[in-house]
């Protein structure tokens, strides 16, 4: 690697994934990794952190700055920062996808609807973080009930013609209304499909908090499920754009937060408080409530996948 310094990183410790991204001092991706972990790890983070470090051919004595956000952000060694994932999503994302009003970020455990500038700066934001609902979570609970892999539902969702009833959404007792349609003889393809539209009715109720603004950006690991997209493009009635590595954009932006704050010399932060002095902190909208879901989906739309056009590789 003949990429030359000064290097960031910027790390995203989920629910259920670690990811991690070296940048250089121009802001591009120079490496990137993400580990499944099933659970907030800190054997995943250090397999993330160190695969990003391979992939960029450096080690940490060769970083400039480092940011940490998600779940478990204060379990980073090294971290000199760390920042919300509100923040760090919207920053991440926004630099993918200039011109970026929207982003919707679909995690393991939660959802959020951020509404953005020009910046990449939060202007508002909704979170979905007590229940599963919505979440990558939800699918799971799909993929087992219909004994389908998770890397096959969207396709499996999209040949569904029949939109059957689903009104259960809790993933504690989703299970039971599918094996319900099984029980009914329901094509798979029906159940899959009738549950991602039920999802993107719920999505759609997030972002009705914020207000619904375009362009739209659909982040985290569920971007990958084509379903999801399509659905929710839909439910929106407008076009999404999926970054082409949806899933780190948060660790991206943490890393972006570390090349901002070292340019501009601040000092270093250690908390989320003190993170809020160094960028605007946004105000939030009411919390989720699922009494607020309707189920209804309606309307048209069509989504794209974005190239980069970085130099990004994928570590590990």
């Known amino acids: 690697m003949n990429t030359p310094g000064p290097f960031y990183l910027g790390v995203d410790l989920g629910s259920t994934t670690a990811k991690a991204v070296v940048i250089d001092g121009e802001g591009a991706i120079v490496s990137s990794s993400t580990i499944a972990m099933g659970a907030v790890s800190r054997a995943g983070m250090h397999k993330a952190v160190d695969a990003a470090l391979d992939g960029a051919g450096i080690t940490n004595a060769d970083l400039s700055g480092t940011v940490s956000t998600g779940y478990g952000r204060r379990l980073v060694p090294g971290a000199q920062r760390t920042f919300t994932e509100i923040?760090?999503?919207?920053?991440?994302?926004?630099?993918?996808?200039?011109?970026?009003?929207l982003v919707i970020d679909i995690g393991g455990q939660d959802s959020k609807a951020i509404t953005v500038d020009d910046e990449g700066l939060v202007q508002e934001f909704a979170m979905n973080d007590r229940c599963a609902s919505g979440t990558g979570r939800f699918y799971e609970v799909l993929s087992q009930s219909i004994d389908v892999p998770l890397e096959e539902l969207g396709?499996?969702?999209?040949?569904?013609?029949?939109?059957?009833?689903?009104?259960?959404?809790?993933?504690?007792?989703?299970?039971?209304?599918?094996?319900?349609?099984?029980a009914q003889d329901a094509p798979i393809a029906d159940i899959?499909?009738?549950?991602?539209?039920?999802i993107a009715s719920r999505t759609l109720a997030l972002v009705a908090q914020v207000g619904r603004h375009t362009p739209v950006v659909l982040t985290g690991g569920v971007a990958?499920?084509?379903?999801?997209?399509?659905?929710?493009?839909?439910?929106?009635?407008?076009?999404?754009?999926?970054?082409?590595?949806p899933q780190i954009s948060g660790a991206y932006g943490a890393a972006l937060l570390a090349r901002d704050a070292?340019?501009?010399?601040?000092?270093?932060?250690?908390?989320?408080?003190?993170?809020?002095?160094?960028?605007?902190?946004?105000r939030p909208s009411e919390p989720h409530s699922c009494g607020s879901c309707d189920g209804t989906l309606t309307g048209s739309g069509t989504s794209s996948t974005v190239d980069l056009g970085?130099?990004?590789r994928l570590g590990g």
């Open 155 to 182: 396709a499996l969702a999209l040949q569904g013609s029949n939109d059957l009833e689903v009104s259960t959404m809790c993933a504690t007792f989703a299970e039971t209304e599918i094996v319900s349609l099984l």
């Open 262 to 282: 070292d340019h501009r010399g601040r000092p270093v932060v250690d908390d989320v408080a003190g993170a809020d002095q160094l960028f605007p902190r946004p």
């Open 87 to 101: 923040t760090c999503h919207a920053r991440g994302t926004v630099a993918m996808v200039p011109g970026a009003r």
């Open 192 to 198: 899959a499909s009738s549950v991602h539209r039920a």
């Open 224 to 245: 990958q499920n084509p379903a999801a997209v399509e659905f929710l493009a839909r439910a929106l009635r407008t076009e999404i754009l999926v970054p082409e590595h």
């Open 310 to 312: 970085l130099p990004i």
